[in-house]
């Protein structure tokens, strides 16, 4: 599956639009309270366990997302966008483009 943040793919024809597809992940409270807890991974300011799990969210989101569009029938999703946002004290890392079949 060809995901891009661009309106479409350079060399193919978009045939057909899907709708819109999302992808969402939470990391919950506890992460926060263990990442503090091992705040000896920090190094110049980076913690590697908090990078590491940020990057699992978004993983997840992603993957999320292409399930969604494949189940469609689509084999591409343009205009992806990644967004991170704090609510109640939890991370949701949330991916979001439009599913489209490519010629």
Do not use: C, Q
């Not at 943040?5 to 409270?29: F, Q």
């Not at 699992?56 to 991170?84: H, I, K, P, S």
């Amino acid at each position: 599956m060809i995901v891009t943040t661009t309106p479409n793919v350079e060399g193919r024809t978009i045939a057909r639009y899907h709708g819109i597809v999302t992808g969402e992940a939470i990391l919950g409270a506890n992460i926060f309270r263990d990442i503090f807890a091992g705040i000896r991974d920090i190094v110049g300011g980076r913690s590697a366990a908090y990078e590491k799990e940020l990057g699992r969210a978004r993983e997840t989101a992603l993957a999320e997302m292409e399930e969604r569009a494949e189940a469609m029938g689509a084999n591409a999703v343009v205009g992806a966008d990644l967004d991170y946002e704090v609510i109640n004290n939890m991370l949701m890392v949330s991916a979001s483009g439009t599913a489209v079949e490519l010629k």
